[in-house]
């Protein structure tokens, strides 16, 4: 992602910490015991990208 992130709550110049594999899609709970890995089929990873602020210790994600 590029450019310079500020945040919203301080104005400070956001720090880039890396990127995070969020899941999502398929079924929980009770569905999850009873078809095991056919629950999981709509599942995807969406990866994101994590920016804090070092000023306020505000965290954003944001889409890739």
Request: aromatic fraction near 12%.
């Amino acid at each position: 992602m590029s450019g310079i992130k500020k945040c919203y709550s301080c104005g400070a110049e956001m720090q880039f910490t890396g990127e995070a594999p969020f899941r999502v899609g398929g079924t929980s709970g009770g569905w999850k015991l009873l078809f095991g890995e056919l629950a999981e089929l709509g599942e995807q990873m969406l990866p994101l990208y994590i920016y804090i602020c070092p000023q306020c210790g505000k965290v954003e994600l944001y889409i890739r």
